[in-house]
């Protein structure tokens, strides 16, 4: 064959390969309690789930019952080059991994070439027994249909030939960024440790109390001069020892509210708070408030009722995530840091250029505390 003519099969076989498990997968969803029947490869699930009698076991002792020991899978056992899969009467061209005898049109699969198929583009590990038994009837029918879409001569189809390029960019796409995210999991406890160092500032929590003042409130309006001076007033008294929950409750009742939420927020860490108010937050000490904070739905007043640091041990697989999608983003930096891209504006609707670093993070996703809100009064 040809050099162009073998890049162009083996395209075709990764396109090929992307399509067909994603629709697998979609299709094996679908077939799940039904592809796999009772005395055809796979358990019946009643009899699995059925415990055998027993006089006097555990229960009746008192005793802790001991796990269930899982069925065994005679499948994990078998040799890699033993036959799994036969059809007769029934070609592969598509896939060099089978293995057809000749004129009679026999298609061997053995269980290795399975499990390399079922594993395409993703780190290769055994096949759970439920598994195979759920996908080996639409994995069958996607061979056979492939074959007889050859004889139609459908791999010469022009839309097809587009689908099957575009599958194959997005196979090799995805493939890449998925052994970059496997490469940046790799991270050393020495790294955590230094890391857990580094940003000790983000693993200290507060335990706070608040009073919560709404601005709105639905179907009633609250007077923003009273709220504000009201607010001002209860973080004096806050100040001077008063509890604020008794201080809260006297804010509901001036301003005709109902159902004041409660004011013990719990401990939290610095980014669980909203942006705007964590420097206030932390840097008080215990027994200390905060001025009056505000935003466009409410006033708000902090006490720090104690602070702590979260220990390293509770937060290692944080910290580990963390350096991860770190060390993820930065090699898609790497990447698509020299290419310049450059857009028809009349084509795209005005743009001429694309970030492609856009949206590439370096830090974890970490998202505020939503504010806690009152329950609405009743109109």
């Avoid at 020991?69 to 036959?83: C, R």
């Avoid at 390293?312 to 580990?320: L, P, R």
């Avoid at 090699?331 to 310049?340: A, D, G, H, M, T």
Wanted: glycine residues 6%; hydrophobic residues 35%.
């Amino acid at each position: 064959m040809p050099p162009c003519a073998s890049i162009l099969a083996m395209r075709k076989q990764a396109a090929w390969i992307s399509i067909f498990f994603t629709a697998l997968a979609a299709m094996g969803q679908g077939s799940q309690g039904t592809s796999a029947k009772p005395g055809a490869g796979a358990s019946s699930p009643s009899l699995q789930q059925k415990p055998a009698a027993a006089p006097a076991g555990p229960a009746a002792t008192g005793q802790a019952a001991a796990p269930p020991t899982p069925p065994a899978d005679p499948g994990a056992a078998l040799p890699p080059d033993t036959p799994v899969i036969t059809l007769d009467h029934a070609c592969a061209p598509s896939f060099p991994e089978s293995h057809s005898s000749g004129s009679e049109c026999k298609t061997v699969f053995t269980k290795a070439d399975f499990e390399k198929l079922v594993n395409s583009g993703r780190p290769s590990s055994a096949v759970p027994a439920s598994t195979r038994a759920t996908i080996v009837q639409n994995f069958t029918r996607f061979v056979i249909l492939d074959e007889d879409a050859l004889k139609q001569g459908l791999e010469k189809d022009p839309e097809l030939q587009s689908a099957l390029e575009a599958a194959r960019i997005i196979t090799i796409a995805n493939t890449v960024q998925q052994r970059l995210s496997h490469k940046a999991q790799e991270v050393s406890q020495e790294q955590i440790d230094e890391y857990y160092k580094q940003h000790a500032d983000e693993f200290q929590e507060v335990k706070a109390a608040r009073i919560f003042i709404p601005k709105v409130a639905a179907g009633q309006t609250i007077d923003q001069a009273k709220a504000k001076a009201l607010a001002e007033q209860l973080q004096k008294d806050a100040a001077a020892g008063k509890p604020l929950e008794d201080l809260e409750k006297q804010a509901y009742t001036e301003l005709g509210l109902k159902q004041p939420p409660s004011t013990d927020m719990g401990a939290h860490r610095r980014n669980q708070f909203p942006a705007a108010q964590q420097e206030a937050i932390f840097a008080l000490s215990p027994g200390q408030v905060t001025q009056v904070l505000e935003d466009p739905n409410a006033f708000y007043i902090y006490k720090a009722e104690s602070k702590s640091t979260v220990a390293e041990a509770n937060v290692s697989n944080e910290i580990k995530n963390d350096i991860a999608q770190k060390n993820f983003s930065e090699e898609l930096k790497r990447i698509f840091e020299p290419v310049q891209v450059t857009l028809n504006p009349d084509y795209f609707n005005g743009m001429k250029t694309i970030d492609l670093n856009a949206g590439i993070s370096g830090e974890a996703d970490r998202r505020p505390m939503p504010s806690r809100t009152p329950q609405r009064p009743p109109q």
